[in-house]
């Protein structure tokens, strides 16, 4: 098993986490993330109004999260490149309890193939729909719905094949693309409880900043909540 930590390395202040990661995980290695806010990079990238796929999503993908798709998408075309059979992709923002780091490894050992798609997310809100394994008390398990945060996975090599595939024009965060099994063709488990945390840094390249009074806020609530509800109408089974 490999490791790709994602990583911008003008982030000071998270530095030592990056190298907390580095010696905890497995054959671990930092990909430099990509800062979506530079014009050139925006300009480089095939983008939609949240168009592409159904639901439309009623947002404008921002500059935070371009980077942060493209990021991802380095590190599934790194997969790829190297051939390995998977490998576990996380941001610099993710901690580990050390006490649950050997049974996580044991899990994932076992169900880490060409294939996966093995989300380790920080916050617990997924509701099981079948479980595949388990080690101690942690279950591997398909959910109904996709959660969101892309803070740590396990990525195989066919699906990162799968997933820069169908990623050639982006219109939506990565995390919200990722929740579009019937898109993606590509079956999500998730480990949970996992140990897994988020460590509390400022904003970096992959957090999006918002603005606009209480009137944006309540609309913006709003559409997500529509949209919401319609990626509820697709569970995985």
Known sequence: MHSLIIHMSSS????????????????AQVIEAVDGRLPEVQTSVDLRPGDLHDPHYPFAIKG??????????????????????????????????????APLMKLL???????????IPPKDRETQATVTDREEDMALFTPYII?????AQVVGRNAAQRLLAATQTL??????FLQMHWITDQKVETILPNGATEMPFGAGST????????RSKLMREIRRARYRALVNRNPQT
């Open 12 to 27: 000071i202040e998270r530095r030592e986490n990056v190298d907390r990661l580095l010696s905890d995980l497995p054959n």
């Open 64 to 101: 935070g999260e371009i980077g942060c798709f493209l990021s991802h998408r380095a590190c599934w075309q790194k997969i790829v490149d190297e051939n390995w059979d998977a490998a576990i992709v996380a941001e610099d923002d993710l901690a580990i309890a050390p006490d649950r780091l």
């Open 109 to 119: 050992a076992r169900n880490s193939t060409p294939d996966c798609f093995i989300r």
């Open 147 to 151: 959660g969101l945060q892309t803070t």
């Open 171 to 176: 219109d939506r965060p990565v995390d919200t």
């Open 207 to 214: 957090v999006q900043h918002k603005s606009g009074g209480l």
